[in-house]
């Protein structure tokens, strides 16, 4: 691990000591129906060359890899083999980029047997560029008993609710409350307590592969109702804009929506506390973070890199402001340290609040 990473651990060494940990129940083990992630490190390959395997994975058959290849300047395909189930499910992208990079969703389909997600990444302004980023697409189906986390989804295009998942069987509804603005209603997958608890992603997508940023404006909790406010932007001019995008919530289960496997992950909200601050095997308030710098911060997850791991950020807040993952992050032992830089719209680093999460396979 580099010495600098080293430093940045010992930055928040104290918030970790003070955290307080909850016992947790375990949970019944339950699936995303199809799932994969992947890190495009190299974002100049020629299709289709095998993605790091270390940061890769899914419910494709043992053996097979995940590939991808660029196919125009900052526009890259991933390719998850044989999990293909069309435009069906729902994905997310972050940059990895510490120089104010940004990347969304094109779309996704299915190539024969595999799905293929389309991503297009960005200069501050919105000049295409070769970025670096991480990935994922997942598919659920089903109904999940109480008591073992929840999972929701939905995908918005053209101002329209598209598709959704509800691993409670309720309803996922969205409505327009402004330019560029969305209310995302999530029934019944909040904490049976009413408190705000689990994590939100959220990337924009836009079909032309023009560039379009969204984040959380905010999110809160009545009773088991969850509402993410959904804010959409022009890289270009920061204006609000409306914008096609992909939002997903997770409770005490991983980003791509699996539980047992995975036993490792993760998240936490910068300006909240209590459960959205969550481990999985160690609880509530597990996690920790700290600022290093103007716009800079790192999140250590305790004893959770395990395997093969992903990770995504979104912004949290008003305005044009957004967040990347800084650079890859490092493996203490099995600590994860997960560095994350946020900007202005021109891309300056600015301090910004942020959704994160973690995963991994095992």
């Not at 270390?54 to 043992?62: D, I, K, M, N, R």
């Not at 044989?82 to 510490?98: D, K, P």
């Not at 409670?168 to 049976?192: D, E, K």
Request: charged share 10%; with cysteine.
């Amino acid at each position: 691990m580099h010495l600098r990473l080293r430093h940045l651990c010992a930055a928040v060494a104290v918030i970790l000591a003070a955290a307080l940990l909850s016992p947790v129940t375990p949970a019944t083990a339950a699936t995303a129906d199809r799932f994969g992630f992947a890190y495009v490190k190299d974002p100049t390959a020629p299709t289709w060359t095998p993605l790091p395997a270390a940061y890769q994975y899914g419910s494709w058959t043992p053996g097979l890899t995940a590939t991808g290849g660029k196919v125009a300047l900052g526009r890259f395909l991933v390719r998850f083999p044989n999990i293909g189930l069309g435009a069906r499910g729902n994905a997310h992208v972050t940059a990895v980029a510490r120089d104010g990079r940004f990347c969304e969703l094109v779309r996704w389909y299915g190539s024969g047997t595999d799905e293929v997600v389309d991503v297009q990444c960005f200069r501050p302004g919105g000049t295409p560029a070769d970025t670096p980023f991480t990935v994922l697409w997942t598919f659920s189906s089903g109904v999940l008993p109480a008591g073992v986390g929840a999972y929701a989804s939905a995908q918005v295009t053209s101002n329209l609710l598209v598709q959704a998942y509800n691993s409670t069987g309720a309803p996922v509804t969205v409505a327009t409350v402004g330019v560029g603005i969305y209310a995302v209603r999530l029934s019944g997958v909040g904490a049976p307590t009413g408190e705000l608890s689990g994590n939100v992603q959220v990337t924009a997508q836009q079909p032309n592969a023009q560039p379009r940023r969204c984040k959380i404006l905010r999110w809160g909790a009545s009773n088991a109702e969850v509402v993410v406010y959904v804010a959409c932007h022009d890289p270009g001019t920061g204006a609000a804009m409306n914008s096609d995008f992909t939002v997903s919530f997770h409770r005490e289960r991983s980003v791509y929506a699996s539980f047992g496997p995975p036993r490792y992950f993760g998240y936490l909200a910068t300006p909240f506390a209590g459960p959205t601050n969550y481990s999985y095997p160690l609880g509530v308030g597990a996690n920790g973070f700290g600022p290093t710098g103007i716009g800079t911060s790192i999140v250590k997850f305790p004893a959770l890199h395990e395997r093969h791991t992903t990770a995504q950020v979104t912004a949290i807040g008003d305005g044009p402001s957004y967040c990347t993952i800084q650079e890859l992050w490092a493996q203490i032992g099995s600590d994860a340290v997960l560095p994350v830089a946020c900007f202005a719209n021109n891309g300056r680093l600015q301090d910004n609040q942020y959704s994160s999460t973690f995963s991994s396979s095992a």
